[in-house]
């Protein structure tokens, strides 16, 4: 989940050489030590089940979505959560992933060695990434390894993809929703990834201005989610608001959702599938900062989802049960960056600020206009910014050495006196919510230019619910 | 999944026995390599865990089968998804297993050499092994190893045992449903598995016909999922249609699903657990075969969803939501016999082709009056069967060396020039299609005729709905 | 799971800190042994995905307990069970976890080693436990290794939190409840587990009493389930039943769940989770008895769904959906003290016993005036109490040597003619259901007093649902 990854990735590789020579056999090619192949095999093995646990998030996605929605779009909406992880998946197999970690023009190459791990020559040029992944990597030479690495990261891209589909709930139609799932997999996902865990300009902030151990985004508060909020926010913008949303007045009503514990039960399947999302981005089983990073991430959304309870009982008198959840998934994704820097007492108290920030945000956003039916922005993209900002305050130091390929001793936030992380993470946001924030508004700008009738669904569609129109099936059938 | 297996399970059931001599302690018998020892235990692990993401495949099969069918038998059709987990375990605990594994009639015995792993006696004649499986491995002298790899197998059983509870829904009586799952663990499932993965007769093809390396199926898409089908299919056709399936004219009509989004969760659960099934049948996280296998298995399945959403749109003009649950299973039963034989590429075309197969053979069984509430034939029957088929066709030869002890230096398909692979994989689909099918016909018409009023539920029954004559309580209550 | 356990924990925390001074690094101190650290490394992530898998299993217990209950209180019970997670988690964080686990006056300090494990100096009085956990591995010093021990057993405190909900559910007040949250884990859990698990009194019995091998319980049949099942009939008793669950003749009615599928995916959610509750709680992946104890497990709870079906079908007609469910999880319950000692045939027996006992407990405890709206005593109480004298019945002496610091050479029940293990176990058995009990009745007893109007609902929010005057929302809106 950086460029120190490709050490890790580089020898599983080489490993997987050794094995797949003499698979089914004990023995070990007489260079490598047997102990460090076994490790290897074993990390491979936690990427892996890594990469499962963060797929299965995808179902969380769709029911809290759906859930928090109304009955008269429950089919499109859980659809569109479930056509997305193939949509996105299909983008990032073919192009994304090459050009995310292939490196060319957005700077140095962090994951070339890896992809290079099976000992075919280095990759160059803009386009040779691509083909070089395509021709080797889908073909025969597939090396476990990397196609191992590349199912982590498909799976973290669909997480980024998938944050639209709730802010532009209810109102989407399904053919451009498709063209944005292909378009984040192929394009719009890997730029930052590219920029940052692939070893483009970002990670390098630490040598080119100086900027503690250049961005450091442990899990993808940043790369995943912030990134994903942002698009949120533009597709939510660019749709406008829902029907009714918003009173004569243009004062904001409430449209209950129509499934509580559907949503909770997503919510409960996120928090099973985060700890693949956070833990596994050791990328080693033998790096056990695995198990630090998994007790910060259970810290971080026990609090947020309890210091949400309180804060909206406090300002509302009722525990209401959205707000727990978001509460809950505000803290994991505020902890996401800074999940292996910082010490249990930080992961809790990032919990505490990420769940007051995530409703003041769910309010505010409401209250000028955004109607983000699910509270995607505030969750991914407040709080993911929180959470790389996170890094540059309450990093301690104790981990991350050699960063970015920096000669840090180990990510140190301003509480150890040290303010240039901070620099390096507030670059990343600002990057964010400039750059990426920008390119995004202007896909969906052009994209309902382009579109007959734009990207949003008819209004009769939309006021008798789209899962006749646009699928052709009622959610739920007596 | 093969007789290539017992290799590592040997392995680890000898590092078992040094283990058990030695619990609590890092030290280990002096002739045992620990690094050796450290792999098995790592391998047996990853086993157990396979095991468990299988068993969890029980509540997505659930999901989508009463997702996919009426509100009014949604307690009768979960509970049958619930029971027969228990039915078919009992069968398989105390009959199934060792008729499928511990060899005798059907052929050399595959496994037994890891039922002997513990160094006692070899298993002989037929009744044998019934009874040395009995005596000893659920008796004291029970060998974690053994019992470990029975989890995983155990849980393959019930897969093949809950695909016919979809295509039989709605009009099966429980006790006949009861009867079926006792059946099919104890006897059905463990017949081809015995003479496939258990060592037997189409194993050794490639020794007694010269077939390719024999009968290769990496993780069942014969195995577990066409002979699932094939029982889909027998009990669909002795039951015959729901009432009101077809109009006075012949013509089928549409039966919509009660709930939409808890058939997509099922979905979901199935493909989180399809990399337990796939990728964990490589027995080893040493052998890092496992990545590229889970992998093609996700690309399968993404490309399967998407190809489904298209070519329904394009046949029917909406993306139907139940088509692109069922696009996604095809793309993974298809891939589940090549998954470790194939290049991406080709796992790609393999989730391509099979979705299209599974919507065409959808049409083309409710055309000829086969009536299958959640299209159980066409995913299962006839996308297992395209699975079988796939390793004779894209198998790359990077893979399988040795494969069911023959002298093979990977499994090849046609692309390389060798049709003698796909020859063993036909003859692997032709018993399914004919003598497995035959055995499973025979078995629904007979328990028909011995049932007073044949295994199909009274027509008041099934109109009013089978919650509350069969289950005693209705699926929902307000 | 017991005082042996911080042998493996101290190795990984001794591991931790040679892995931590050299991260990214194959190369380890030179004297510690590359080949047990790697061990220790992969046995602290099997911990974490155990804690992982346990923490899911919240999910489980929200969609039994809530689909077992009436609609119009759906949001209130599926919000108890996904807040308790996080009132738990932060009452143990501070105050449980040190309390059960660093030992002091209740005897012996049995993880205070594995707490000392970085080479700190011994936790000694009585207060002090606390603040060392507190200033150390909340702070800058947080051993990844006993991170990793606290996420396991942070998830098992919060199952026996979440047990009350379902005994309690329908008419709890919220504010009440949240108070039970914040006990249970601060203090409640805490204390067998400390007497137990944390090395204290009932751990030492070998030794003060010459019982067996003291108290054994391996993965908390008694400590997590029957401490919360004395919970759940303390809090049962206290608020009384619900309205009209008796009739003018004292005679008990059905009050039938309101979503039976949802019940059922919550129960599969549980036998998934569960593997991760008993089959990580050999806490190593180098002893490979978690084999055992997965296939143990899965056969008690197969066992135990077909039992109950057979079992009602008997006693009422119908195969009950509740009643499986039920029964499976008896058999879960009761197997998770016994599942390492025993042989795969007793795990059979058990699963038969416990699906029988908890049936009839059912329909005892609802005779005798005790309404438990989802069978949380009969399922949690009755079945985790037989499990914690199944140990002491079928042991077969093959596991345990050296339990609890004692010198047995393995656990042995009665079957092995031994009969003061039997003694360990009733002791223990005896204590959850006097002392243990006597504190939780007396705590819901005084917190009804101290409430204003009690803990029970008032009887008009009890006749509407709870889900608008408790949460503010309603579970479903169309």
Not at 386 to 393: E, K, N, S
């Amino acid at each position: 989940m950086r460029t120190r990854a490709p050490k890790y990735l580089l020898g599983a590789a080489v490993g997987a050489v050794a094995a797949t020579l003499l698979i089914g056999s004990t023995a070990f090619a007489a260079d490598e030590d047997p102990i460090v192949v076994l490790g290897q095999q074993t990390s491979l093995l936690w990427v892996v089940i890594g990469a499962v646990l963060v797929i299965f998030m995808q179902a969380g996605f769709a029911l809290v979505e759906t859930g928090f929605t109304q009955k008269k779009n429950a089919a499109e909406v859980m659809s569109t959560n479930f056509a997305i992880f193939g949509l996105g998946f299909i983008g990032f197999l073919f192009v994304g992933f090459p050009l995310a970690f292939a490196g060319f023009s957005y700077g140095p190459m962090g994951l070339t060695s890896a992809m290079n791990g099976d000992g075919l020559p280095a990759v160059g040029g803009e386009f040779t990434g691509i083909l070089y992944w395509g021709y080797n990597h889908l073909g025969d030479a597939a090396s476990p390894a990397l196609l191992g690495f590349f199912l982590y990261m498909v799976a973290f891209m669909d997480t980024t993809a998938t944050i639209p589909t709730g802010s532009m709930a209810e109102r989407w139609k399904w053919k451009s929703f498709v063209i944005w799932g292909l378009f984040c997999g192929a394009v719009y996902y890997p730029l930052f990834a590219a920029w940052t865990w692939g070893g483009g300009w970002l990670a390098k902030s630490w040598e080119t201005m100086s900027l503690g151990a250049g961005y450091v985004d442990f899990a993808g508060s940043g790369v995943v989610h912030a990134v994903g909020g942002a698009a949120a926010l533009a597709g939510a913008i660019v749709l406008g608001p829902r029907i009714g949303k918003y009173g004569p007045d243009g004062k904001p009503r409430a449209i209950p959702g129509h499934n509580i514990p559907m949503a909770m039960l997503g919510c409960f399947i996120l928090l099973f599938g985060w700890f693949g999302f956070n833990a596994a981005s050791t990328f080693a089983s033998t790096d056990i900062q695995f198990a630090t990073v998994a007790a910060n991430t259970a810290i971080a959304g026990a609090v947020g989802s309890i210091v949400a309870m309180y804060y909206i009982t406090w300002r509302t008198g009722k525990p209401d049960p959205g707000m727990m959840v978001n509460g809950m998934l505000a803290g994991l994704v505020a902890i996401t960056a800074p999940c292996a820097f910082v010490a249990p007492w930080a992961a809790a108290l990032i919990g505490l600020i990420a769940a007051v920030l995530c409703i003041e945000a769910v309010f505010f956003l409401e209250r000028r206009g955004v109607d983000d039916p699910v509270g995607a922005v505030a969750v991914h993209g407040v709080c993911g910014t929180f959470g790389v900002l996170a890094v540059g305050i309450f990093a301690n130091g104790k981990y991350g050495a050699g960063w970015n390929g920096s000669s840090s001793e180990g990510v140190e936030g301003i509480i150890k006196g040290d303010w240039s992380q901070l620099g390096a993470q507030a670059l990343g946001a600002l990057v964010i919510w400039t750059i990426i924030f920008g390119i995004v508004f202007a896909f969906f700008k052009i994209q309902n230019k382009l579109t007959k009738g734009g990207i949003r669904s008819p209004e009769a569609d939309e006021i008798a619910g789209l899962d006749i129109p646009e699928m052709g099936v009622a959610a739920y059938n007596d």
